[in-house]
């Protein structure tokens, strides 16, 4: 059985879910491929550093040119994570004739463009099925089981933390703060959470879900990206008593204006298929115009998930080592219009906190008005005489830059005692 030599750059979590399948003799990878994949070097920082793997003596190294300076390893996996030095290594591998796998979604995001080029000047394979929602092949699926489809939209809960928060708040009537602490006590999040809950994680997958989807490279910047820390118990159960679940979600269509990219918390009907997506799971919708409706679900993180991923890429790039790839990215790329949230136009749930005194409501329903903003309905609980009032309004569909105005001036009125919480109603 031919041997094809492959080197790690990085050993942590995802790297030694990496080690663990590609040492595995009992799996069946090798007899399908019929190709056997040996590691012949893994870069990690500290070579006396505890890992869950074992690997032969002389495998590990700290010194990049023994990876990238040996002919006999062609495929470089990247599972460090970071822009750089992740960047810079990836770029001399493709440079010195290697091919490449990377599970490094904000590097793809933020810094993929010359990464891309290099691949296609020196004709070598570029594998990031990792890089969005770990062990789905999302990817694959859009690349070569839809490519006869033009994909009309693509929307999906690509971030497992928020998901997972989310979840927990619907089904135990838990408060954003506690829940996101208890997460971080069990693993689902990170010590600091910010690319998870402020869905700067999920706007780096769908980056690359839009260059495949519509062959442009949208500015990471200019995705527009809201989280969920303003999500409270009171909208959750104001949501579900109107028929609704409240998703984060990452959505991309194209437009006559431009191609539409958002990630923000978003108020689905019940029966819709992403309001099935509980805990840390993940799910991507996809709409073709030959296929329909298509939904990609699975475990969007974790080890051997997305281990599993890379695994796949290598074994796709071993099979396939002289022949030209359907990722061929740069070879179609084209500059990207995007269409700015201010355009975008739906309904809106709305929730107000404002002092109980008479002519509240009737001052924020005109100045709604006042931007052409129709309410279709207003709920107002029971309260305590004298305490804090929430006012819940369903609109009509309407303007985002009509309503961000609106609720600049309904904020700035003297009974409203907080930021007024915006989520969008998705229909479809």
């Known amino acids: ?7 790690l750059l990085g050993c942590g979590v ?8 590609l040492s595995d003799e009992s799996s069946p990878l090798w007899e399908r491929l019929g190709k056997k994949l040996v590691i012949k070097k893994v870069l990690v920082r500290d070579l006396k550093q505890s890992r869950d793997v074992t690997l032969a003596e002389g495998v590990l190294t700290t010194d990049p040119r023994e990876i990238l300076e040996d002919d006999a390893i062609k495929i470089v996996i990247e599972v460090m994570g970071g822009i750089e030095p992740a960047g810079a290594l990836l770029l001399q591998a493709l440079n010195n004739g290697k091919h490449i796998v990377t599970a490094n979604k904000a590097l793809l995001a933020e810094a993929g463009g010359p990464i891309f080029e290099m691949a296609a000047e020196k004709k070598r394979h570029v594998g990031f099925e990792a890089s969005v929602a770990g062990g789905i092949p999302i990817l694959k699926g859009l690349s070569e089981g839809l490519i006869a489809n033009r994909i009309e939209r693509v929307s999906g809960i690509i971030n ?6 989310l979840s927990e708040m619907t089904e135990h009537g838990l408060e954003f703060a506690d ?6 006590e069990a693993g689902y999040a990170e010590a600091d959470p910010t690319f998870d809950i402020d869905g700067i994680d999920a706007a780096h997958k769908l980056a690359i879900l839009i ?12 995705i527009y990206t809201e989280g969920i820390r303003n999500i409270s118990s009171l909208d959750i ?15 991309a269509q194209e437009t006559k204006q431009g191609v539409e990219a958002r990630v923000h918390p978003t108020m689905l009907p019940h029966g819709h298929l992403l309001t099935q997506v509980h805990g840390a799971m993940n799910a991507i919708h996809v709409v073709g115009d030959a296929v329909g409706e298509s939904m990609f679900y699975g475990a969007g993180a974790g080890s ?45 749930y709305l929730r107000f906190a404002v002092r109980d005194c008479p002519g509240a409501l009737a001052q924020i329903a005109g100045l709604l008005g006042d931007h052409d903003i129709s ?54």
């Open 179 to 184: 829940v996101l602490k208890a997460a971080q």
């Open 375 to 428: 309410i279709t309905s207003v709920y107002q609980p029971e309260r305590d005489e004298g305490a804090e009032v929430p006012i819940v309004v369903m609109t009509h569909e309407a303007r985002e830059q009509n309503m961000q105005s609106a609720l600049q001036k309904i904020e700035a009125l003297e009974t409203v005692l907080a930021k007024p919480v915006l989520v969008r109603v998705e229909k479809g």
């Open 304 to 348: 051997l998930p997305t281990a599993s991923a890379v695994v796949s890429d290598v074994a796709m790039i071993a099979a396939r080592l002289e022949e030209p790839s359907l990722l061929d990215i740069a070879q179609r790329l084209h500059p990207a219009d995007v269409r700015p949230i201010s355009e975008w136009e739906g309904e809106y």
């Open 237 to 251: 159960d104001f949501a579900d008593s109107l028929g609704y679940s409240i998703k984060l979600l990452a959505i």
């Open 14 to 21: 995802v790297g030694q879910g990496v080690v663990k399948l």
């Open 1 to 7: 059985m031919q041997s094809i030599e492959v080197a």
């Open 211 to 222: 260059t495949l989807c519509y062959g442009c490279q949208v500015p990471f910047k200019e």
């Open 160 to 165: 497992g933390t928020a998901n997972y928060i």
